[in-house]
């Protein structure tokens, strides 16, 4: 699930960019490859070692000294520097890399689509995780990596709108694997059938039904939520996507807890799987900006509105 939905947001740059050319130049072939059936995953790197949350709402990006730079050279640039956590990193043929231009500050943040094959860029090491142990987070080394000019996606010094833009496309989709990651398992169900106490199976003790009820109103109601959402996503703003990823997502971290508590011992064993889920759900609160950023994210939105309310106009 991470590694396809790392690959649309590595793309997504592209798809936004708004050029018709970066599309057919550098899409099309990614896509005739898959279906040659070799895949070609396109990771997204913004993280720095020393900047997460920075590069992602900006609030430290104006103290932030830049982690990935970019030199013009002829025809091109050359990038140097350290990004980390990227999903999929160590498979991925190309990447959308996000770096600042040489002597300048974060605000000159441009999008570079790099060759992971280019002389100079290497997966340093991949991060041995809590969840999602399927898609390797890595860190990656760049060391004077050329990329042509006609691969800055979106303009020189756009990356930030090209960043914010992109995030507010993938957020949704977070929430709904925060949906997705509970649902389709009945196994709390399943199991307090299964399991006894004082003789009889869990099911049958009325505050077990009443735990289960809430879990099953929760999940739907993380799944309208996400719907909702969904339908306003073509509006140019932070808001939907933002409250989306970070509300849900906590539910669904909430129902997987809910599930532990019902099943006491059992939940912690391997064999029911609830252990992967817990540690699964609990990276989409921290990754495409932690639950935190994506709440100021929100309130970034408002922030036309919450002033107006000051002034006593009302929103
Ligand atoms: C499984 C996984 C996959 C990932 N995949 C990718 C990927 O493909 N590409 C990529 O670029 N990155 C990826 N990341 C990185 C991810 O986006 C960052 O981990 C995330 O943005 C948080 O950054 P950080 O870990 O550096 O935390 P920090 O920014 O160091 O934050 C630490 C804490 O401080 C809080 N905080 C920070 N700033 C503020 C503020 N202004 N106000 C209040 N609180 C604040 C945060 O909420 C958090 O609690 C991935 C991460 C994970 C876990």
């Given at each position: 699930m991470l590694l396809l939905s790392a690959h649309h947001l590595g793309a997504m740059p592209l798809i936004l960019s708004g050029r018709a050319g970066n599309i057919l130049r550098h899409l099309a072939p990614v896509y005739r490859s898959c279906e040659r059936g070799e895949p070609h995953l396109i990771a997204f790197a913004i993280t720095e070692p020393a900047a997460g949350s920075d590069v992602e709402d900006g609030h430290g990006a104006e103290v932030y000294r830049p982690g990935v730079v970019a030199t013009p050279t002829d025809g091109g640039y050359l990038l140097n520097g350290r990004k980390c956590f990227i999903s999929g990193g160590d498979l991925a043929k190309t990447a959308t890399v996000f770096a600042a231009l040489q002597g300048e500050g974060m605000d000159s943040w441009t999008c570079f689509y790099v060759?992971?094959?280019?002389?100079?860029?290497?997966?340093?090491r991949t991060e041995l995780k809590m969840g999602m142990r399927a898609s390797g987070a890595a860190e990656i080394e760049l060391t004077n990596v050329f990329v042509p000019?006609?691969?800055?996606?979106?303009?020189?010094?756009n990356g930030w709108a090209m960043n914010r833009a992109t995030l507010n496309a993938s957020r949704i989709p977070v929430a709904a694997q925060g949906v997705g990651l509970p649902r389709p398992r009945p196994r709390p169900q399943w199991v307090s059938r299964r399991y006894k106490v004082g003789g009889k199976a869990l099911i049958h003790y009325q505050d077990v039904q009443l735990h289960l009820a809430t879990m099953v109103a929760e999940t739907r109601a993380m799944r309208s939520l996400v719907w909702q959402e969904a339908k306003a996503a073509w509006q140019p703003r932070q808001l939907h996507a933002s409250l989306c990823k970070f509300h849900v997502t906590d539910r669904a971290q909430r129902v997987c807890e809910m599930a532990m508590d019902l099943l006491a011992d059992h939940g912690g064993?391997?064999?029911?799987q609830l252990d992967k889920i817990f540690r699964d759900v609990r990276l989409t609160l921290i990754f495409e900006g932690t639950n935190q950023i994506n709440r100021l994210s929100l309130i970034e939105d408002w922030q036309a509105q919450l002033l107006e309310f000051n002034h006593g106009v009302g929103v």
């Open positions: 060759d992971c094959g280019a002389p100079g860029y290497k997966v340093a000019s006609d691969r800055v996606i979106g303009g020189l010094r064993k391997h064999e029911d």
